[in-house]
């Protein structure tokens, strides 16, 4: 681990706040990285929904360690900003194969990692978040160790219980080893805020069209926004539309918006 390294990490660590929440735009490849950050980003986190679609696959778990590691390593090589990789459940059979995973995303310039439960038992993910936060340890790098609860996202258990069930779950990853919690699928503000009152470290909460902004989720104690697969779904959006116009009307109004040719370009001009 460099001075550099453990520098972006602990700054990493430091944008956690429910008083000013960090923000996340999600990348799925280099030059979307490089985008997000010239617009402002403090941070670059990936999104797997992206990464999986960008070469090919479904979202769910459908990608390669190799795949993932390879970006991770691409997009550290051209911004300035902490990077922090969305692994879903770890990209390894068991919880050695995530500790292998997290150690190569480390050794690429990451100093962030999300880890998923899905549909696993919680008692995997717990097994899965220790691996990693010793791997995290022998490499010497203080990783942000998010760990994701799908409870909300998948509808899993008794509504009626969702809540507390959350909560349990949050609190057996924190002992794992987990630093921040995220909880997507979440938009009502009561629930958020009790999500937040009974977890003891950063909550990351999946924005969306119908979510509170920013600001608002930052009073309801969320330290970290996400905006997951949000953006890529948008830019698909947007080469649709321009197919759509291209091959209906014969026309390409929809291209005026687009970001300048040399305003694009110049994101890469400068060797790094």
């Known amino acids: 681990m460099t001075t550099a390294h453990r520098d972006r ?3 990493f660590r430091s944008l956690h706040s429910s008083a000013s929440p960090l923000a996340l735009a999600n990348a799925w490849d280099v030059a979307s990285a490089r985008v997000i950050e010239a617009a402002g980003a403090p941070a670059i986190a990936t999104t797997s929904s992206g990464i999986s679609w960008a070469h090919g696959h479904p979202d769910g778990e459908n990608l390669s360690a190799d795949q993932v590691v390879e970006l991770i390593a691409r997009i550290v090589t051209v911004v300035d900003v902490p990077v922090t990789a969305d692994i879903e459940g770890g990209y390894g059979q068991d919880a050695a194969g995530v500790a292998e995973t997290v150690t190569r995303v480390l050794e690429a310039g990451a100093v962030g990692v ?3 439960d899905g ?3 919680p008692a995997e993910l717990r097994a899965r978040l220790t691996a990693a936060r010793a791997a995290a ?3 010497g790098v203080p990783l942000f160790l998010n760990a994701r609860t799908d409870t ?3 509808g899993l258990g008794d509504p009626a219980t969702r809540l507390k069930d959350t909560l349990e779950r949050a ?3 924190v002992d794992a080893g987990a630093e921040g919690i995220f909880v997507p699928g979440v938009t009502d503000p009561a629930t958020i805020a009790e999500l937040s009152a009974g977890i003891s470290v950063p909550l990351n909460i999946m924005a969306g069209p119908e979510a509170p902004d920013v600001a608002e989720l930052g009073a309801l104690g969320v330290a970290r926004v996400s905006l997951g697969a949000g953006v890529a779904q948008s830019a698909y959006t947007a080469a649709r539309h321009a197919a759509q116009q291209l091959y209906g009307t ?3 109004h929809t291209l005026a918006d687009a ?3 040399p305003e694009i370009n110049g994101l890469f001009s400068t060797p790094r």
């Open 114 to 116: 999300n880890i998923e």
């Open 119 to 121: 549909t696993r038992p």
């Open 250 to 252: 014969g026309s390409y």
């Open 137 to 139: 340890e022998r490499a």
């Open 171 to 173: 609190r057996g990853y």
């Open 9 to 11: 990490a602990l700054l």
């Open 152 to 154: 909300y996202l998948f």
């Open 259 to 261: 970001i300048p040719f």
